[in-house]
Each structure stands twice: as C-alpha cells, then as structure tokens.
C-alpha cells in the first residue's frame, strides 16, 4: 500500500489550516504591543487598546460562533472572518505616527508629556484592533470546534496532533519574522535616525499566510452540524453546569496573567534593549516549545485530570513572571520561556473539558466561550490592569505582583473546585464516572437479605424493556450437586 494511503485528507488539512493561520499571526500578534510604541503610544494608551479589543472578543467570539451553529454555515463563517478580519488588521501599517513637537529625536519619554489621548493615531489603533481582532481569533474557535468534531471519527487521533501544527508555524515565522525587520531595516535604511525598525515586510506575510489559510479553509470538507439552538439558550445550557463555570473561573485568571505578560514582557524586552531578532528567538522558543507538549497532552490530561492539568498553569506561570523580574540581559527570556511551553497543556485541557460539557450541536459555542473567557475578559483585565501599573512602577513590580497573583489563583480555583465542582465533574481521574459503575437493578434496600426467597418476578429498564425474569432459590452448599437457579429469559 503507498504512503499517501495512510494520510487522512482531512486531517492534513486541519493541519495546514492551523499552521498558515497561526504563521500568519506570528508575523504581526508578537509584535503589537511594541509596534504600538513605535507608532508613537504610551503603555497606558496600549494597555486600553489591547483591554478593550480583548472585551469585545469576549463578545464578538461566542457571538460569531453562535451565527455559525444557527444557521449551520460553519465554513463560510469562519472563511469570512478570517478575510474580513485580516484586511483590517493589514490597514494597521498604513496608521500615521504621532505628530512630534519636539523635532524627529524626540524619545517616548519626551513624548509623554506631549502625548494627547485624542491623537488621530490614538483613535485609529484603536478602532482598527477593536473591530477586527476578535474576529480574526473566532475562526480559530470555530477551527477547533470543527477538530474535536473531525477528530471524535477518528481512531486514535486527538486535537493536540492537529494544534501542534499551528505551534510550529507561529514559532518558526515569529523567528523569521524578526530577523526579516532587522535584515529589512538594515539594509534599506542606513541612515534611519532612531534606528526605527520598519515593520512593513511582517505585515505583508502576515496577509500571505492569512490568504493561504483562508484557500485551506475553503477545501475543507464542511464540518456544519446543521442549524442548533439559539446563542442565548445554548450559553445557557452550558453555564448551567456549575464545575463548568468554575473551570471557566480559572481559565479567566490565567487569560488575565497571559495577557498582561504577553503585552508588556516584549516591552519590557525592548527597554532592555533587544533587538527583533531577540524578540523573534524568544517567540520561536516559547512556541516551539509547546510542540512536544501538544502531542502527549492527551496522555497527560487523561493521567492527572482536566482541574490538576489546569492548576499547573498557575505555577508555570508564576515561575515565568518571577523569572522575568530577574534578567538584565534580554536573552536570558530566551531561556526562561521554556517554561511557557506548557501553555499548550493548558489550552487543551480548557477546550477538551469544554468540548466535552457541551452538545455536538454547541459545540462552537462552547470554543467560542472558552476562547472568549481566555482571550476577551482575561487578556481585557490583564492588560487593563497591568498598563497603568507598568507605567507608573515599571516592569519588575509588574511581573512580580502578577507572581503573586498566580499563586493565589492556584488555591482560589484549588478551594472552589473542592467545595463546589468536584461531585458534578465526570471528566477527572478520582471523580465519580456514571459509565465506569455498573449499574444497579435493584436498589439496596430492595435488595433480598441472603436467605429469603423470590418467586417470579421480572427486571425492566427505567425505559420499560423487559430484560427477562428472576427466580431466586435458597443455595444449600451443604449438599453437593444443588444447582441454583439464575436467570431465565
């Protein structure tokens, strides 16, 4: 049998969805937050932006994914919002600077004090991001939704061989991306006063690999379900399940601790004087990072369980952000968000628990809550709370508060998980398993003590199926040779 037999179609085509996707991204997302800053914004002004694009996410993400479960059109939703959203995002490179008063040599901390909060640059940064980024990450929500849907038909195939691809292609481009801006910046502007770095080569691969994912989604097999409930009912049947709402509780924590490190650690990087080709290996590490992670994250979550695979993430985390508070020399990141490859166990143990809370007619919703909950409210907090405060005490408070903030985040969700989830959650090693008990026909108290007899009688299903008769005879083991009388159909 030739090789190409055992490929499956549909799966090599998740695959590609999610390694030209996530290039894409890596091309600009890493970037943002330092881009925002070359445009001439302060880290009050960026935390705002990136807080309120982040909120409306948290809306725009389980709203789209709801369209898509209603009308069942989950394929040309996705391939929509990934057109729509991408033009949007391109435009970012056409936004003009902040206007200097003080001559071209002016630094960001000169501009402070100029600095207005209804610069044109201002508005525009922030209309573009709000309007087009949680657009561009609901595709993913429905990507996923329609990987658990895939992968459910396939033996032995899970959703973290298929993510693992989008991994690769954000670690791989966000390297060559930086080394492109500083190879391009280099070797085009010699004379560049400031050493600015021109980030438009990144955005036109972004909008090539966002254009070649989009041709990926169109030839894949449509995943739609066909029409299901409504958004309103179908949010409601899920936050209706108590363990549900406090996984999502802990998932909301550790969006809010993501965020505020993703946006400010490269900030952070920047002040002490990286170049993008740092910046670029940083992101190449932590993502390359979650490869392996990816692929033996089902194994792993099926040995400690979805809420410990989950409670993890907070020390990881908090080892992170510890780290970061130390390093002088912004290489040593490089080392230190080895760490953060575990962030691949996190993301699958939230969409698989919230894959499995969920009807296969909700099954878009369901991502769209759990990505909205990570991405929208948690990234929101994070980076609304966490831009005033790197402004005002700088990076080393900022990374060790959110330290302490994971820590207590682990024995807040510890606690609550306890108190309230544990007896409702049928997903975790240790949990009580409707389908790993056998059940029983007869109550215990209905049960016949040891030597009473019964004369007919028959065993139904709580359906009314008869299964057959019972007759029960006293056993007699004092006699050889006495048969007891068991079940006759």
Known sequence: MPPCAYVDGDLLIVKAVYFFFFSGMACVAPYMS?????????????????????FTSAFI???????ADKTGRHKTVAILTVLTASALHFSLLFVPPVPSSSGPQTTQLERAKTQSWFSLTFWLVFWITFTSHGAQWSATSQVEAATYLITKKKDGSTYGQQRLWGSVGYGLLSLLSGVAMDTFTKSTLPDNPGNKTDYSVT????????????????????????????????????????????FLFAVLLLGAQDGAGDTFMYWHL?????????????????????VPLFFVSGWFIDKIGHVWALQLSFLTFALNFLGYSFIRNPWWAVLIDVIHGYQAVTWTAA?????????????????????ATFYGLGYGVGNLVSGPVFHRYGAVVLFRSLTVFCLIGFFLFYLLYRCFGKKENPTDPGTDRGEDTVPMLVSDEDMPKPDAFLHGGSITTGAGETLGSLRL?????????????????
């Open 34 to 54: 330092i881009y925002m800053r070359h445009l001439g914004l302060l880290p009050s002004q960026t935390g705002v932006i990136t807080a309120t694009k982040n």
């Open 61 to 67: 993400k389980p709203l789209l994914g709801s369209i």
């Open 203 to 246: 955005f036109y691969m972004f909008l090539a690999f966002m254009l070649v994912s989009s041709g990926c989604l169109l030839v894949l097999d449509d995943w739609s379900t066909g029409p299901s409930v409504s958004f309103l009912k179908g949010m409601g049947s899920l936050l209706s399940q108590i363990h549900l709402v406090i």
């Open 270 to 290: 920047k002040d002490l004087g990286a170049s993008q080709t740092v910046i670029g290996t940083n992101m190449f590490v932590r993502t390359v990072a979650e």
């Open 351 to 371: 969409t698989s628990y919230a894959s499995m809370s969920a009807q296969g007619d909700l099954q878009a919703v369901a991502q769209g809550i759990v990505s």
């Open 473 to 489: 005879v006293r056993p007699q083991f004092e006699q050889p040779g006495n048969e007891i009388e068991q079940f006759s159909s």
